[in-house]
């Protein structure tokens, strides 16, 4: 055969994979080793030799970023354009159906998308108006049940309280909060799928065209699909379509968020005629990265179990460097980015990971004092500052009056005298007339507003009425620029004389090169731009900054970096209690889900893969001394060589003395010896005694085996009791019964 450009780069299993008959596929393959170019040559494949038109096919990704790169990756493959192949993520292609068919899905057709961070806000905004107490009603609770009610498909009305006072009042809350963002045009993240589904579900012709239409489902990342996502594909798919889904039970994340791997097997009892396709071979990392990972997913019990290999040269070690503190931690990465790039390598080959979005910022001072160009992913959120939100809460009501969060959010911003109370009157009016703020507005104008509150109420609404005029016909930065002028956003801030100010003018600014930077093609080619725009900030916002695209070192957290890959990668804040998370430790299925987050992590890396923690960190101005994160230690010993400052030792050192080289230490190696001896992991100290095992104590009850440490008489466990929660225990003392 000639080089084919689809087949050619595979190997026998990946192309048996994209050359399977049309039919129901699954593919399931550990980390890098091949499982997304499987599904973009599989796309290839069905247009070029299946005459499959792009047209009916549908393609759901993780990121908006990899929904791109596949995009041009097929249109590579084919030689041109793909053309209307629709490609996005769950949330992306769940609300094109809506902007299509908001009508039948009885929203309003300006409808606008609400963030996390302003569902909260106008959860909070609720318990106000009821008079609930906060503290009692926690913002996130309430915003957690309504999330993850909808994520499985439960509306208020199918809920029942039982005999549960609290209970009742969070069904409350959630039937307040639905009707609230019907009232003001609102839809959440979560709504978006909900609302897809039951679109789909009792408009049966709406359905039926999708079904003829879309008879190529092909989803990555497969194992990290909740019950609404699941539900929807497979209504999708129906019975003559081919979904064609690949996954990692090993890389499954996303169980805190509702996410379920059994979908994985659910597949192939929903789907009896499936073919299942194995890959085996890693073309990502060294083998000392792939050995490292495949030893620490061993400890994970319950896993569907695969073989993962590679070809490659085993490469170097994995390099383990203990810090004093989070600064000390930030400098090492930078000074190894530094060696990096003077032996001509680029910035954006390395990728700093880490647990939670607050450790950037130190990593952020070190390196911009040391000049150093990077990009945060997800966790500045460009589009989530305050000055970019309030510049986008303008442009929300130009096009959707009734948005309700967005008009709280400006009325007074630049101050125009509008008072507390006057707001206050505003939505109690609205509140009694079940009607939007603005309506409501106009109503009080005049009557319930003194003339001082009406002036200035009236103010604003000329400012937006007008507006909305000026930028119809303008091109979309230009929009932008003249809403920045007029509302007095830029004078605003740059009247703020500290730095503060002069940032967020800068972030003004940048706010009018994104939009002059966008493409609406690449999300919804049917809305106006302005509302594309709106659109697209909202589902995108946690994925990267306006100008992602430069050379720069790459910041995220370990949840944001599935699918990607880098040459270098440094997983840092390799600490217990920041990871594994101490909300998780107390449970096994938590601490297994940070496990296969931290498999994740190291299947980033490519040619380099270091761990660091900081023996001291201060974080949420907090000063804690950690243990090193069990994941260390539960990684093969002889694949890991500790760094230290100018001199550099085999490691090991025992569990939890991870002993920091004095000066003294340093110009004596040979004290070194004393813990060289020691071992990382040590055998079970006792039989029927290892992690996950269930266990019963005299006083306590029964349990599962958290963490075991040291043998001997001295041995350690922490067990996770069922009515205790977790305990340290002396296993000499504690005799223990094994289950
Ligand atoms: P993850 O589980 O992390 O999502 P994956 O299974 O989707 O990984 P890919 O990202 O598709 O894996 O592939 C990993 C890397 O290996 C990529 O750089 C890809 O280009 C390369 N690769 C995959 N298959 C082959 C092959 N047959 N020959 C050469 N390189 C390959
Ligand atoms: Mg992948």
Redesign the pocket.
């Known amino acids: 055969m000639s080089a084919d450009p689809i087949l050619e780069?595979?190997?026998t299993a990946?192309r048996a994979a994209v050359t399977a008959p049309l039919g129901p596929v699954l593919v399931l393959?550990?980390?890098?080793?091949?499982?997304?170019?499987?599904?973009?040559h599989r796309i290839a494949w069905l247009i070029r030799a299946h005459d499959v038109s792009p047209h009916s096919i549908l393609a759901v990704t993780f990121t908006n970023k990899a929904a791109g790169e596949m995009r041009t990756r097929v249109e590579g493959l084919l030689g041109m354009p793909p053309g209307v192949l629709w490609i996005g993520t769950f949330h992306g292609i769940a609300h094109r159906l809506l902007r299509r068919h908001w009508r039948e899905a009885g929203l309003v057709e300006s409808f606008q998308i609400l963030d996390a961070e302003d569902q909260q806000r106008l959860i909070k905004k609720l318990l106000k108006a009821e008079q609930l107490d906060e503290t009692r009603w926690a913002p996130r609770e309430v915003q957690w049940f309504i999330n993850s009610n909808k994520d499985e498909g439960r509306r208020p009305r199918s809920l029942k309280a039982g005999n549960d006072p609290t209970r009742a009042q969070m069904i409350r809350l959630y039937t307040l909060y639905e009707e609230a963002c019907a009232r003001s045009g609102l839809v959440d993240f979560a709504e978006l799928l909900l609302r897809s589904f039951e679109l789909w579900r009792d408009q049966p012709a709406i359905l039926q065209h999708y079904r003829q239409r879309f008879r190529h489902v092909l989803v990555?990342?497969f194992q990290d699909t909740n019950t609404i996502q699941y539900a929807w594909l497979k209504l999708l798919v129906g019975s003559e379509s081919c979904p064609f889904v690949?996954g990692?039970d090993d890389?499954s994340v996303y169980g805190w968020r509702g996410a379920r791997v059994e979908n994985l097997q659910q597949f192939g009892r929903d789907f009896p005629a499936v073919s299942l396709f194995r890959?085996e071979?890693?073309?990502?990392s060294t083998g000392a990265i792939l050995a490292a990972a495949n030893g620490l997913i061993a400890n994970n019990a319950g896993r569907l179990g695969k073989t993962l290999w590679t070809n490659g040269a085993q490469g170097e070690p994995i390099r383990l460097y203990a810090a004093f503190n989070e600064r000390d931690e930030a400098e090492f990465v930078c000074q190894r980015i530094r060696e990096h790039l003077a032996h001509g390598g680029a910035h954006r080959d390395a990728a700093v990971l880490y647990r939670s979005n607050a450790q950037s910022r130190v990593f952020e001072e070190i390196f911009l004092s040391a000049r150093m160009p990077y990009r945060v992913y997800g966790g500045l959120r460009f589009f989530e500052r305050a000055e970019i939100k309030d510049a986008l809460a303008y442009l929300r009501l130009i096009v959707n009056r009734r948005d309700d969060a967005s008009f709280e959010r400006v009325v007074n911003l630049p101050t125009r005298g509008i008072g507390a109370k006057s707001l206050d009157t505003v939505r109690a009016a609205a509140r009694t007339a079940g009607i939007p703020l603005w309506e409501a507005t106009g109503a009080c104008l005049g009557e319930a507003l003194g003339a001082r509150a009406s002036a200035a109420m009236r103010g604003f609404m000329e400012l937006i009425e007008r507006l909305a005029v000026e930028v119809a016909g303008l091109a979309l930065h230009e929009q932008v620029d003249r809403m920045l002028a007029a509302t007095g956003l830029i004078e605003f801030h740059r009247r703020d004389n500290a730095d503060r100010g002069e940032a967020r003018v800068e972030n003004l600014e940048e706010l009018v090169s994104a939009a002059r930077g966008f493409g609406g093609e690449r999300l919804e080619t049917e809305l106006p731009p302005l509302e594309a725009f709106l659109a697209h900030v909202t589902l995108e916002s946690g994925e990267g900054q306006a100008d992602a695209w430069e050379d720069c070192v790459q910041m995220m957290t370990l949840h944001t970096a599935?699918?990607?890959?880098f040459p270098i990668v440094f997983l840092c804040g390799m600490e217990d209690g920041l990871f594994p998370h101490q909300r998780s430790i107390a449970n096994l299925d938590g601490l297994e889900e940070e496990r296969r987050l931290c498999y994740?992590g190291m299947?980033?890396a490519?040619r380099q893969l270091y761990l660091t923690y900081a023996e001291q960190r201060r974080l949420h101005g907090i000063d804690s001394f950690s243990q090193p994160s069990r994941f260390i230690k539960e990684t093969p010993e002889d694949l890991i060589e500790e760094v230290r400052p100018r001199l550099q030792v085999r490691r090991p050192v025992a569990p939890g003395r991870f002993a920091r080289a004095t000066g003294a230490e340093q110009a004596a190696p040979h004290r070194h010896a004393e813990y060289s001896s020691a071992r990382l992991r040590d055998p079970p100290p006792a039989p029927g005694m290892r992690l996950g095992a269930r266990v019963r104590h005299g006083k306590f009850g029964e349990g599962v085996i958290l963490t075991l440490e040291g043998s001997g008489p001295q041995a350690r466990v922490q067990v996770n009791f069922e009515r205790q929660g977790p305990k340290w225990l002396v296993m000499q003392y504690a005799k223990l019964e094994p289950l």
């Open positions: 780069p595979l190997n990946q393959a550990g980390a890098g080793s091949g499982k997304t170019r499987v599904l973009t990555d990342e690949v990692d890389q890959l071979q890693n073309y990502r599935k699918g990607l890959e994740v299947t980033r490519m």
